[in-house]
């Protein structure tokens, strides 16, 4: 099975991203994800608060055209001290 059998490539791709609640969690992961990808519209980001408001869900909907975007990207956001988790 090839590497790209599971994603196929331009594709619009979901990232979720869990962080600590911050009023610039969502931005910093929009400036994460738009770093390699180009510049993500605010339409592309919708933000969930946990049920006791101490955690954000960050969701971003965004074209990715390779596989080494896709791995770029999630370098990036494992790098990053204020991302908890990202599936």
Same mark, same amino acid.
């Given at each position: 099975m090839s590497d790209d059998a599971l994603e196929r490539f331009p594709c619009i791709y979901?990232?979720?991203v869990f962080g600590r609640h911050s009023d610039s969690f969502a931005e910093r992961v929009r400036a994460i994800i738009g770093a390699? /990808?180009?510049e993500v519209p605010g339409d592309a980001v919708s933000v969930r608060e *946990? *049920?006791?408001?101490r955690y954000l869900s960050v969701t971003v909907l965004v074209r990715v055209? *390779?596989?080494g975007q896709l791995e770029r990207v999630y370098a990036d956001l494992r790098a990053d001290e204020?991302? /908890?988790l990202y599936i």
């Open positions: 979901t990232f979720k390699t /990808l180009g *946990s *049920s006791h408001g055209d *390779s596989r204020q991302v /908890l």
